[in-house]
């Protein structure tokens, strides 16, 4: 049966369809995101290590200059210069977190050290959830 299976030959409508509760209550409550995230837990206890990536947009050609000061900040394990929409992509590492990590210390890296920089205009960061490490990286 198609999408007109609850009509008529007529075309009218054989029911009432009722409106969603949600459409009559107002605007949907934002989302509010945790003020910690929990890290993963080893074997035998200790915390394990969290990372993102930041992809940086820079202003004019300044994206080597601006690779250079990026590499040198807290936390920073790798800077590749790339072609697409971001001219940056940055990866960073806490190591040997505690039992909750704060969000607020990856976006005052963010926001302080990364977006201050002269030349970037723009950044997008993404936590990593699972990471997949291949055999030749061992």
Not at 62 to 87: M, Q, S
């Amino acid at each position: 049966m198609g999408l007109g299976a609850n009509r008529t030959r007529t075309g009218s409508m054989s029911g009432i369809v009722p409106i969603p509760r949600w459409r009559t209550q107002g605007p949907l409550p934002q989302p509010q995101p945790p003020a910690t995230m929990p890290t993963a837990q080893t074997q035998r206890g200790s915390s394990m290590a969290v990372s993102a990536y930041i992809l940086v947009r820079c202003r004019g050609a300044t994206e080597g200059k601006v690779a250079e000061i990026i590499r040198t900040k807290p936390h920073v394990k790798r800077v590749d210069t790339v072609f697409g929409d971001y001219d940056i992509i940055a990866y960073l590492e806490f190591a040997e977190l505690p039992a909750t990590f704060s969000v607020a210390e990856l976006h005052g890296i963010v926001t302080e050290e990364i977006r201050k920089v002269e030349g970037v205009s723009s950044t997008s960061t993404h936590i990593v959830t699972t990471p997949y490490h291949l055999e030749r990286d061992k």
